[in-house]
């Protein structure tokens, strides 16, 4: 699996790649914010790198949580948890 840095790293190369080609592609198109209103390509690429940050908040949530060792609300690394969660609602609320 490949680590936390690199998963961000990626990402940011991709999400600065779809923004210049939007922005070019807009450019060309005669309204550069052709492919930044809803539903459209920018929009469905936020709503990846909500479950992207979702999916990294999750992953850092189970790192110290296990099966055998429920820790009650009280405990901080549930604050990953409601961060994973808040990320995915934020996500579905993107393209909702």
């Known amino acids: ?4 840095k690199s998963i961000l790293l990626w990402m940011l190369f991709f999400v600065t790649l779809a923004i ?3 922005i070019g592609l807009g450019v060309v198109a005669g309204d550069i914010e052709k492919y930044f209103g809803e539903g459209e390509p920018i929009t469905w690429l936020s709503f990846l790198q909500l479950l ?3 999916g990294l908040s999750w992953k850092v949530f189970r ?9 009650p609300w009280r405990s901080p690394h549930i604050l990953w948890l409601i961060i994973a969660i808040g990320f995915l609602f934020l996500a579905f ?3 909702a």
């Open 63 to 71: 790192s110290y949580n296990t099966i055998s060792d429920l820790r």
């Open 52 to 54: 992207v940050v979702s």
């Open 20 to 22: 210049g080609l939007a």
């Open 1 to 4: 699996m490949p680590s936390n």
């Open 93 to 95: 609320d993107e393209v």
